[in-house]
């Protein structure tokens, strides 16, 4: 049997780039950090109630999301699928059953990000802690959140005081006072600039919220104050940026018509969604999701997004080969 060679050059250096990347001496001490935030997630939601549902990879309507990605729908049994982008409508519709009130999933998403997010905090794959109450609010959503990163920070602390020493990070950063600012994005852009969150992000020494973003349809107006958002971005002090992001929901027929017009959402393909809507079956809702590895960043005070997984998932690379 003729054995097979590899002789490409190119191919040859990614191999051991790829392989220097997984042999990282820091990464264990990374990855183990990162389990500790994990079981701390699921050990505040098991504590809250909050119900976890396993993940949905393929589905036939997911996220629109508000920027550009590239497609990958995949064909089963002569269906189109796509990979989940977010589980936002899935959310949603479970909290139909009237017996679930809080839920999250800790959900993989596929997101094809173009080259131009090839920085610091994107992936094309990565994991969000995605959750949902019903008859959830911005305050309820802004106090669970508080409550989550509090537990987790202090536990981490304590259960990887060795792990921390290890990257010889200290752990200041984790100390949480709470409760977070919350600014507008109005206020933060007329104060900074065009680059508001970067700026403010750098500027700040604890976690804080930005409020009011004109984004996908799902995320509610504010009907007393039309042109304005109820929804919110949590933003990681010391120029780490957003590392949440989610909303009080549209639910109503006519309000996310109108929503999904403006937005230019195709309504066929979300047409049973619509006519849940219609119906009077989605419920009133609020949520956010975080980013996993995002976290895993600013708790490690990692430069890259990409130094806290295992293989490469940057966006704009010219090859990836495991
Ligand atoms: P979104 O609702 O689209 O903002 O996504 C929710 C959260 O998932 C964000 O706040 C980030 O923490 C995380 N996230 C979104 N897109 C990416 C990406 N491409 N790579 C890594 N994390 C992401
Ligand atoms: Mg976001």
Redesign the pocket.
């Known amino acids: 049997m003729k054995t097979y060679v590899l002789e490409d050059e190119k191919e040859l250096k990614l191999l051991d780039e790829t392989m220097e990347k997984v042999r990282r001496e820091k990464l264990p001490t990374i990855l183990g950090i990162q389990q500790a935030i994990l079981r701390a997630v699921d050990d505040y939601m098991y504590k809250n109630g909050v119900v976890r549902l396993l993940p949905n990879m393929l589905a036939p309507i997911t ?1 629109p ?1 508000c920027h550009s990605v590239e497609e990958c729908a995949i064909t089963y049994q002569g269906q189109e699928f796509n990979l989940t982008k ?1 589980m936002i409508f899935h959310k949603q519709i479970a909290l139909s059953n009237p017996n679930l009130q809080k839920i999250y999933i800790v959900s993989p ?1 596929v ?1 094809l ?1 173009l080259p131009e ?1 090839g920085d610091k ?4 794959e ?1 994991t ?1 802690v995605d959750f949902e109450f019903k008859d959830g609010t911005m305050d309820t959503v802004f106090e669970f959140m508080e409550g989550l990163i509090k537990y987790a920070f202090d536990y981490i602390k304590e259960e990887c005081k060795d792990k921390f020493e290890k990257l010889g990070i200290g752990t200041s950063h984790l100390d949480i006072t709470g409760p977070f600012e919350r600014h507008t994005t109005q206020e933060l852009k007329a104060k900074y600039g065009d680059d508001f969150e970067a700026i403010a992000s750098k500027k700040a020494t604890q976690p804080f919220w930005l409020i009011n973003h004109k984004r996908e349809f799902y995320d509610a107006e504010d009907l007393d104050n039309r042109g304005t958002y109820r929804n919110y ?1 949590l933003i990681w002090p010391m120029g780490y940026v ?5 909303g009080e929901r549209e639910y109503k027929y006519d309000r996310i018509i109108t929503r999904m017009r403006e937005a230019k959402t195709d309504e066929s393909l979300l047409r049973n969604y619509i006519e849940l809507a219609k119906r009077g079956e989605l419920p009133k809702t609020a949520g956010a ?3 996993v ?2 976290m895993t960043r600013f708790v490690c005070q990692q430069q890259e ?1 990409d130094d806290v997984t295992v293989f490469s998932r940057k966006p704009g690379k010219e090859k990836y080969i495991f």
Do not use: C, M, P, V
Not at 121 to 124: D, E, N, P, T, V
Not at 242 to 246: A, Y
């Open positions: 996220d999301l977010s998403n997101r990000e997010r905090r994107h992936l094309f990565f969000q971005d957003e590392g949440l992001s989610g999701g975080f980013g590895e995002r997004i």
